[in-house]
């Protein structure tokens, strides 16, 4: 099967060496195979996100001497899609309302020791699910209940890692034990990474993610929603994408299967860090292509710096 794989930019800064490296990394790995490569515009979030670097990153892109095979698919105009999969997952009673703020879910957690750390997920705080218990009679017939739209929606995850067959592979654990784990494949290019199945279990998606957001308030979907529906859309079979997104992947694989979605395979590389070892954020424009740009580097000088 010919490789489909996808750069995903979030316009909200501009593009900086590890953007470059991510593109290139799976821009080459199409070519090399003879594959696709697609741009998609992760614009969901309006407050953030601006058509001005939208039209920089593809200025960018093109400039490093990327080609993409399809006209760029951008998520603002995907809602409808996105709803539609909230409506159905709201049907089957796996999501709730939730009305708590940053800091009543940090009251719900405090621990009973001063200074003791949240417990933090792949999607942040584990939520305590306050709003889950509250709201446990009215979610018997969730038919009966339009899908409040201007609400942040939350996966019940409890209930959700036993919807369908999530977890349908048991493991003998070196303990004399078993459990059921649910996997995704992992490819590696280049001597950095991992290759192989990643495995995880219903406790982990309870206990390491819990109730993550599936829907913003102010959006009408999230990141994961988005991501999942998408890469499926387009035909997506490899994900190539930096390490930090390694355990919003779980979520991902769980929400293909709660939507009957094929699982890609994924590739998290490494991250490109500035010279004291920090990782590059949006915000830090010192690292941006087009300051290098404007110095005068060329496309060649930017692989030899990140190393592809
Ligand atoms: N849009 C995400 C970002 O800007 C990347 C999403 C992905 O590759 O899955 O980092
Ligand atoms: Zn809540």
Redesign the pocket.
Known sequence: MAVVTRF???PTGPLHLGHAYSALLAHDMARAEGGVFLLRI?DIDPQRCKREWEAQLIDDLGWLGITWDSEPHRQSERLPVYQQALDSLWQRGLLYPCTCTRRDIEGALSAPQEGVAFPAGADGLIYPGTCRDTLQLERSFPEAHPRPTEATLRVDMGLAVHANSIFTHRIDTPEGGWHWYAGYQETSHGPDRRSGLIEFTPQDMIQGVGDFVIARREMGTSYHLS?VLDDAAQGVNL?V?GED?AAATRIHVVLQNLLGLPTPTYHHHRLIRDDQGKRLAKRDDARALSKYRAEGATPADIRRMVGV
């Open positions: 995903a930019p979030s992760e991501v994900v994408r997104l």
